[in-house]
């Protein structure tokens, strides 16, 4: 844990001893009253926590912000809904290596029972998000939603945006050579999206031309669907110059 992330409604509260927060500090850091660490709010400011003091029960805190939150890049993936445990690591990885949004939404060739799955029925996605922003040394926790069908998340992305699928079939341009990043700016909200598991169907594929996404590719290797989002946003960074963000 290179940053623990606090709500805003946590940090007038002592830290219950079981916390995974409060035992990297007692732990990991065999942290004593006056010891500090590296904290950040959500989507907010970073700074510093100083123990206060530790009892059987809690450790308590006193907070100091200093470090004003940066920009989020305005990066969107529109993911297919996928299994779990992928979705799992997308949720880390992607916000890690720092995007606004993640939506995954159902396509043609999305298994129903995921999005039955804990990761979203209980809110279990939250902790995988803050996992990968507290890597990162980031206070950036994008919106993730995952309740919304493909052809309905198209008909809400704004006109202005660079729209971009990953597509292994019917791509001739691969992304990284992709004429539009000379029109494109780093504040250039860019949406990639990407098929589940078992790619787009036809349908699928229709819905996005009709939304204006050309399909670009990887190049001829197949990759597992979060090693292509790990890729794509590599690719994407490097060519919008936004690799501090």
């Known amino acids: ?11 007038s509260h002592p830290l219950p001893r079981s916390d995974r927060r409060a035992r990297h500090v007692l732990d990991v850091l065999h942290g ?6 590296d904290v ?20 308590s805190l006193a907070f100091e912000w200093t470090v004003p939150p940066p920009a989020a890049d305005p990066i969107t993936l529109l993911i297919g809904l996928s299994r779990p445990q992928t979705a799992r690591d997308i949720l880390r990885e992607a916000t890690t290596l720092g995007v606004s949004a993640i939506h995954f939404v159902a396509t043609e060739k999305t298994e129903p029972g995921y999005a039955h799955s804990t ?10 998000v803050l996992a990968g922003a507290e890597q ?9 939603t995952a309740d919304s069908k493909l052809a309905a998340a198209l008909t ?11 597509d292994n079939y019917e791509a001739t341009a691969p992304l990284a050579g992709y004429a539009g990043w000379r029109d494109a700016s780093p504040a250039t909200p860019v949406v990639l999206a990407f098929g589940p598991e078992r790619g787009w169907s036809p349908r ?15 190049g001829s290797r197949v990759y597992r669907l979060e090693t292509a989002v790990i890729a794509a946003l590599t690719l994407v960074k490097s060519a919008r110059g936004t690799w501090s963000a």
Do not use: C, Y
């Open 1 to 11: 844990m290179n940053l623990a992330l606090f709500s805003p409604d946590e940090i």
């Open 204 to 218: 699928d594929r229709q819905e996005l031309k009709t939304a204006d996404f050309p399909f670009v590719h990887l």
């Open 156 to 166: 809400t992305l704004p006109p202005e945006v660079l729209r971009l699928a990953l």
């Open 136 to 144: 990162a040394f980031s206070t950036q926790v994008p919106t993730v």
């Open 119 to 128: 990761l979203w029925r209980d809110g279990e996605w939250q902790r995988h």
């Open 32 to 37: 004593t009253v006056g010891t500090q660490f």
């Open 40 to 59: 950040g709010l959500v989507n907010g400011p970073r700074g510093k926590a100083t123990v206060q003091s530790i009892d059987a029960e809690a450790i």
